[in-house]
């Protein structure tokens, strides 16, 4: 059957002497794996549109019972090549890719992932820190697969947090007030009052809002270490992209 839906180019792996086989999460489809075939030997038919994180309008022939389609067509819609060219961007999205793979749904209608992905990589290009993003787009992902509960309430007694207010964060249960803390089924982690009021702030912003870089989403910070912790406890694996933005991130925090 052929299908035709927008996607995000997520990543594209050899197969055979001139093959592609490409992973891109469409709007209507979630995660689709299909083979783009002689796209080693000429651009011609799909061009630059094979590029991590274009988004393009997708033809495939959809085989029941395959995991992989074959890929006719790429009709480019927007490139965010250039925004790449800077190292830590181009590290983000490649988070942004291994992520959207190991969490996107197959065959799934629910467009809420498509639209993150589309959001914040409008906001990359828009200008806003690269880490910024990585932790928005982290937090909505746990969101979104029902792996974070809602942090501003106890997930203990559902009492409002304090805002400002410490609060006490657990990777697999979620927060606590202090009243409950002694509840919790492991020690999780303490965040301060501002890494508490930023998370407000990735509940209630749009990522193009989140234009300047908060201490909060540092590169080895607690939140980045939880959002991290929680993601790879889920998934069952380690996440490879990390490293080179941990290197990349790092050494831009100390030349501040």
């Given at each position: 059957?052929?299908?035709?839906?927008?996607?995000?180019?997520?990543?594209?792996?050899?197969?055979?002497?001139?093959?592609?086989?490409?992973?891109f999460l469409a709007q209507?489809?979630?995660?689709?794996?299909?083979?783009a075939k002689a796209?080693?030997?000429?651009?011609?038919?799909?061009?630059?549109?094979?590029?991590?994180?274009?988004?393009?309008?997708?033809?495939?022939?959809?085989?029941s019972g395959r995991d992989l389609?074959?890929?006719?067509?790429?009709?480019?819609?927007?490139?965010?090549?250039?925004m790449q060219a800077e190292p830590l961007c181009q590290a983000v999205c490649a988070v942004f890719s291994e992520l959207t793979e190991a969490f996107g749904r197959e065959g799934g209608s629910d467009d809420r992932e498509f639209r993150l992905l589309g959001a914040v990589l409008d906001a990359l290009e828009a200008g806003i820190p690269?880490?910024?993003?990585?932790r928005y787009f982290e937090f909505w992902t746990l969101r979104l697969h029902g792996m974070i509960a809602d942090l501003r309430r106890c997930a203990h007694c559902d009492s409002a947090m304090?805002?400002?207010?410490?609060?006490?964060?657990?990777?697999?249960?979620?927060?606590?007030?202090s009243n409950c803390q002694t509840h919790a089924a492991d020690p999780g982690r303490n965040l301060s009052s501002r890494d508490c009021a930023w998370l407000d702030r990735l509940h209630r912003d749009k990522p193009l809002d989140l234009k300047t870089m908060d201490p909060a989403a540092r590169a080895g910070g607690d939140l980045?270490?939880?959002?991290?912790?929680?993601?790879?406890?889920?998934?069952e694996r380690k996440f490879r992209s990390y490293r080179h933005v941990h290197a990349l991130a790092l050494t831009t925090e100390a030349s501040l």
């Open positions: 059957m052929l299908q035709r839906d927008e996607a995000f180019i997520l990543k594209t792996q050899p197969i055979g002497e001139a093959d592609l086989i490409v992973s209507e489809h979630g995660c689709v794996r299909g083979v796209a080693r030997k000429s651009r011609k038919r799909f061009g630059g549109n094979l590029e991590p994180m274009t988004r393009v309008v997708a033809v495939w022939d959809e085989k389609h074959r890929l006719d067509q790429l009709e480019g819609r927007h490139s965010y090549a250039r690269p880490i910024v993003a990585l304090p805002v400002p207010g410490s609060r006490l964060i657990g990777v697999h249960d979620g927060a606590r007030c980045a270490r939880l959002f991290h912790a929680q993601l790879e406890s889920f998934a």
